[in-house]
Nanobody
Framework: VQLVESGGGLVQPGGSLRLSCVASGFTFSSFYMSWYRQAPGKGREWVAAITSTLGSTDYADSVKGRFTISRDNAKNTVYLQMDSLKPEDTAVYYC??????????WGQGTQVIVSS
């Protein structure tokens, strides 16, 4: 089982990034997918989630209206489009897969730095 994130980097305030998370080793389309983040010196924070089949989405208040989560089940990939980035969005972003109360998987993370 693998979740591999990519797309992080350094961006100026107000800029955009798109994170990707490619899954392998499990039935991606059956899993509820989320993004979390962890800023330096802070705990891991939930950012956004998307359901397995209907693709319903939900967001933390801190990113609502700026971030968009989506998935492509044919490509086993979940995305996080991040617009209007702020310095407080600086964190390591993690992909998370869950199916009911059972299987749970984490990616290794990708660093996002928002700075001028």
């Amino acid at each position: 089982v693998q979740l591999v994130e990519s797309g992080g980097g350094l961006v100026q305030p107000g800029g955009s990034l798109r994170l990707s998370c490619v899954a392998s080793g499990f039935t991606f389309s059956s899993f509820y997918m989320s993004w979390y983040r962890q800023a330096p010196g802070k705990g891991r924070e939930w950012v956004a989630a998307i359901t397995s089949t209907l693709g319903s989405t939900d967001y933390a208040d801190s990113v609502k209206g700026r971030f968009t989560i989506s998935r492509d089940n044919a490509k086993n990939t979940v995305y996080l489009q991040m617009d209007s980035l702020k310095p407080e969005d600086t964190a390591v972003y993690y992909c998370f897969a869950r199916r009911g109360m059972g299987s749970k998987y984490w990616g290794q993370g990708t660093q996002v730095i928002v700075s001028s």
